[in-house]
């Protein structure tokens, strides 16, 4: 049986690269505990329905 897990986190554009670190250290932790996939997504600023 499938298990989906998703949450939002919003971060600011400056501080982006500081969650993408954390981000990579916790993608391992949750691979160590079994998970099989880790993924992100990031909102396009510039692409359709975005606000501007």
């Known amino acids: 049986m499938p298990y989906f897990d998703f949450y939002l986190v919003p971060v600011p554009i400056e501080n982006k690269t500081a969650y993408e670190e ?11 505990y079994g998970a099989v996939r880790v993924v992100q997504g990031w909102l396009d600023p510039i692409g359709p329905g975005a606000s501007t």
Do not use: D, T
């Open 22 to 32: 954390l981000a990579h250290i916790s993608a391992q932790v949750l691979r160590e």
